[in-house]
């Protein structure tokens, strides 16, 4: 069902997400990325569209089947998606779940790199990629109402977040701990900390499909404000 037909308390909202890895190439054939399935980020797509929301899903290269009933904008690079987030605002809301290659390849390569034969090895330069959701938190003119943020951490979940949050200046961080014990990469549960202007709001552990649903109506209800 398009989302212009579908009745919900975000109808007439227009909301940005991002999500799934960015690919950083190192030649045309090989790249860098982040670990991540979509999950989450489709989970939530599919919330807000289901709330009546103009959902715009900013995606990498994931595993995860598209969210339905929304626009979709595929890319493959960080640089590609800071450029397709800034096409598709304004916005009223933009949740940024994609897990963005932190360094891309300084120089990547137009031929595939060969190996020598004598067991010389590839020295790869880096250079870092523009941060998306701190660029979009900082924005002086057009910035969308309400900007979430996702930290996963290991180590001392909320004091990073917090950090995080104050230093790209995003109204939420949802913050979840990606220790390998949790479980968490890669599983369909996620139990995270909502960080806002209010401190820490920890939720217990459900299904992603649940946070997603809890995070909607969460925004809808900060967007009826
Ligand atoms: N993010 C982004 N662009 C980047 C890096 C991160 O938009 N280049 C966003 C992510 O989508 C997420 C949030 O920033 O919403 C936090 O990502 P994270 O990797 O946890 O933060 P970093 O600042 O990259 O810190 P870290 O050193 O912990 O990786
Ligand atoms: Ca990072």
């Known amino acids: 069902v ?3 037909l579908r009745d919900g308390p975000l109808k007439g909202k227009r909301i940005l997400i991002t999500s799934g890895p960015t690919h950083e190439p190192i030649d045309p054939v090989r790249y860098i990325a982040n670990r991540s399935s979509g999950a989450q980020g489709t989970a939530i797509a599919n919330a807000l569209a289901a709330l009546g929301a103009d959902v715009v899903f900013v995606t990498g290269p994931a595993d995860a089947a598209r969210p339905r009933g929304v626009e979709i904008v595929e890319v493959q690079s960080a640089r590609e998606m800071l450029e397709a987030v800034e096409t598709a605002l304004p916005a009223d809301a933009a949740v ?3 897990a963005v290659a932190d360094w891309r390849v300084a120089s990547a390569s137009d031929s595939k790199i060969k190996k ?3 067991g010389k090895l590839p020295v790869l330069e880096f250079a870092e990629n523009p941060d998306i959701l701190a660029t979009v938190s900082q924005m002086k003119a057009g910035r969308p109402g309400l900007v979430v943020g996702f ?4 180590d ?9 949050r104050e230093r790209k200046q995003c109204d939420w961080i949802v913050a979840n701990d990606v220790s390998p014990e949790t479980g968490i990469m890669g599983g ?3 139990q995270v900390v909502v960080i806002s202007d209010q401190g820490a709001e920890a939720w217990p552990r459900m299904g992603k499909d649940q946070v997603a649903k809890r995070l909607a109506a969460e925004i809808s209800t900060a ?3």
């Open 188 to 190: 369909s549960e996620n």
């Open 151 to 154: 930290a996963a951490e290991t």
């Open 223 to 225: 967007l009826q404000e």
């Open 116 to 118: 020598d034969g004598m």
């Open 96 to 98: 940024f779940a994609a």
């Open 156 to 164: 001392d979940v909320v004091a990073h977040a917090t950090a995080k």
């Open 2 to 4: 398009e989302a212009a």
